[in-house]
């Protein structure tokens, strides 16, 4: 594996960050910050995490807000 020492997400899974943003946010803001049903309607882990994997550009998203709470 290279090193990406100007990548602040390099080494964090996905899950990690989201769970995260969730501990940070909460569920009915991360919901009224990115408007996604998964993050609205019982959400959990990992229903938004098969989501996210699938949806490059709410992964983008749920990825900057975590890097502005870090």
């Excluded at 899974?13 to 501990?23: G, N």
């Excluded at 994997?53 to 983008?60: I, V």
């Amino acid at each position: 594996m290279t090193d990406q020492p100007n990548n602040p997400l390099h080494g964090l899974s996905l899950e990690v960050i989201l769970t995260r943003v969730v501990e940070h946010y909460g569920w009915e803001e991360l919901g009224d910050r990115i408007n996604v049903r998964c993050f609205k309607v019982d959400p959990s882990i990992k229903s938004s995490l098969t989501f996210l994997r699938k949806t490059p550009w709410a992964r983008t998203k749920v990825e900057r807000l975590f890097l502005k709470i870090k």
